[in-house]
């Protein structure tokens, strides 16, 4: 399973947390992790074959579809698009008032898709602006005022900077700007090996939830796994902070996830492709279920 970002981050808890608590080798899995060595690297590894299982953005999906590569999303990943630019409190974050500022980003497919988006939807263009690409973190960047804003996620670099003493940062919600409400994040697999393999990708979603259902209920001990998997990625303070922030994305605390829970919408994903398209951030697109299955997700 490869994930999306080069450096750990709290959000691989689910997985991390369900093998180190054996539940993926109850189930017959040698699960292995893969950590890619850059953020375009997670299709790549995925439409080779080289991973059967991505942690990956939704809109890398789309594209990968969109060059016929062998891929399909098999789980959303939280339920709504918290993505957008930031900025230090009292900077503009609205791309009108960034013509001509530094914007710290990253180089793959959502952040570049997300910006496309935002700023044509402002009749602006991203020559307009001034790109900085940091290589795993652009919250440095951004503390150490080298840029004048950054884009992310409220589950990642917001909770980096609520971490670091920052909560009332300025945003802008890109779904604000033209960009779909649909989810960032997703689990894909090869459609290749997953034809072969569909009863193994059942038990590999029943034991993802299983971890997920176990860290949403066990949140401290969840980030202790997490930082002994991973003790250099994140300060324990950011992991406490990400995964709380990223919890709530699978509903209240007091209810169980269900496999079922993670099944995908064929409306979100029209909207999203269309987007896309419509933005250029594609050259064509095709019908929503050429990017996702529910068969791994169902009861």
Same mark, same amino acid.
């Given at each position: 399973?490869?994930?999306?970002?080069?450096?750990?981050?709290?959000?691989?808890?689910?997985?991390?947390?369900?093998?180190?608590?054996?539940?993926?080798?109850?189930?017959?899995?040698?699960?292995?992790?893969?950590?890619?060595?850059?953020?375009?690297?997670?299709?790549?590894?995925?439409?080779?074959?080289?991973?059967?299982?991505?942690?990956?953005?939704?809109?890398?999906?789309?594209?990968?579809?969109?060059?016929?590569?062998?891929?399909?999303?098999?789980?959303?990943?939280?339920?709504?698009?918290?993505?957008?630019?930031?900025? $230090? *409190?009292? #900077?503009?974050?609205?791309?009108?008032?960034?013509?001509?500022? !530094?914007?710290?980003?990253?180089?793959? =497919?959502? %952040?570049?898709?997300?910006?496309?988006?935002?700023?044509?939807?402002?009749?602006?263009?991203?020559?307009?602006?001034?790109?900085?690409?940091?290589?795993?973190?652009?919250?440095?960047?951004?503390?150490?005022?080298?840029?004048?804003?950054?884009?992310?996620?409220?589950?990642?670099?917001?909770?980096?900077?609520?971490?670091?003493?920052?909560?009332?940062?300025?945003?802008?919600?890109?779904?604000?700007?033209?960009?779909?409400?649909?989810?960032?994040?997703?689990?894909?697999?090869?459609?290749?090996? $997953? *034809?072969? #393999?569909?009863?193994?990708?059942?038990?590999?979603?029943?034991? !993802?939830?299983?971890?997920?259902?176990? =860290?949403? %209920?066990?949140?401290?001990?969840?980030?202790?796994?997490?930082?002994?998997?991973?003790?250099?990625?994140?300060?324990?303070?950011?992991?406490?902070?990400?995964?709380?922030?990223?919890?709530?994305?699978?509903?209240?605390?007091?209810?169980?996830?269900?496999?079922?829970?993670?099944?995908?919408?064929?409306?979100?994903?029209?909207?999203?492709?269309?987007?896309?398209?419509?933005?250029?951030?594609?050259?064509?697109?095709?019908?929503?279920?050429?990017?996702?299955?529910?068969?791994?997700?169902?009861?």
């Amino acid at each position: 399973m490869v994930q999306e970002w080069p450096t750990g981050d709290a959000q691989w808890i689910p997985w991390v947390v369900g093998k180190e608590k054996g539940y993926y080798k109850d189930s017959g899995i040698n699960l292995d992790i893969q950590v890619p060595p850059n953020t375009s690297a997670t299709m790549q590894y995925l439409g080779t074959g080289r991973s059967d299982i991505a942690f990956s953005g939704t809109i890398d999906v789309v594209s990968a579809v969109g060059q016929d590569a062998p891929v399909t999303s098999i789980a959303r990943y939280g339920n709504i698009n918290n993505g957008g630019i930031f900025a $230090l *409190k009292g #900077n503009p974050t609205n791309p009108k008032d960034l013509v001509g500022k !530094t914007i710290g980003t990253y180089g793959d =497919a959502w %952040s570049k898709a997300e910006l496309e988006i935002m700023f044509k939807n402002a009749g602006l263009s991203l020559n307009d602006v001034k790109l900085v690409t940091a290589t795993d973190d652009d919250v440095p960047l951004l503390m150490d005022k080298k840029v004048d804003a950054i884009t992310g996620t409220k589950m990642f670099e917001g909770s980096e900077l609520s971490s670091l003493g920052v909560p009332d940062y300025a945003f802008s919600y890109s779904k604000d700007f033209g960009v779909p409400n649909a989810p960032v994040l997703n689990l894909a697999a090869n459609a290749s090996w $997953l *034809k072969n #393999n569909k009863e193994l990708g059942r038990k590999f979603m029943q034991a !993802t939830v299983k971890g997920l259902n176990y =860290a949403r %209920s066990h949140p401290e001990e969840a980030v202790s796994i997490f930082m002994k998997q991973y003790p250099k990625a994140e300060t324990k303070e950011f992991a406490t902070q990400q995964w709380k922030d990223v919890s709530p994305l699978f509903g209240p605390a007091s209810t169980e996830v269900k496999t079922s829970d993670l099944a995908q919408d064929a409306d979100i994903w029209k909207e999203l492709t269309e987007a896309a398209k419509q933005y250029n951030v594609v050259d064509h697109i095709k019908d929503p279920s050429a990017y996702f299955v529910n068969d791994l997700v169902k009861e």
